[in-house]
């Protein structure tokens, strides 16, 4: 199957930058669109950013200006630049992937664990 492999959170201050990794391993035959989404306590899971194979963009209008996503095809894998960071930034962040599976050449989306980036002082 396919398993993502989320890095790259951990505790910042207000104004400060992370970057979050996803990479994706398995049986791909190949990997449409990559995104992240997040979610803070009490609240429902949102999306962030999104990219698509052929490097199409979309931001929640939160973020925009702030965060920038990008990927690297040859390594599978996805990132989130984040700047500027605020205290209501702070949430699970999960990447998900759209890959066509090997052998099969099925659709699936796929989760990442989650990573948890705090922005507090």
């Known amino acids: 199957q396919v398993q993502l492999v989320e890095s790259g959170g951990g505790l910042v201050q207000p104004g400060g930058s992370l970057r979050l990794s996803c990479a994706a391993s398995g049986s791909i035959f190949s990997i449409n669109a990559m995104g992240w989404y997040r979610q803070a306590p009490g609240k429902e899971r949102e999306l962030v950013a999104a990219i698509t194979s052929g490097g199409r963009t979309q931001y929640a209008d939160s973020v925009k200006g702030r965060f920038t996503i990008s990927r690297d095809n040859a390594k599978n894998t996805v990132y989130l630049q984040m700047n500027s960071l605020k205290p209501e930034d702070t949430a699970v962040y999960y990447c998900?992937?759209?890959?066509?599976?090997?052998?099969?050449?099925?659709?699936?989306?796929?989760w990442g664990q989650g990573t948890l980036v705090t922005v507090s002082s």
């Open positions: 998900n992937v759209d890959t066509v599976v090997a052998g099969s050449y099925r659709h699936l989306k796929v």
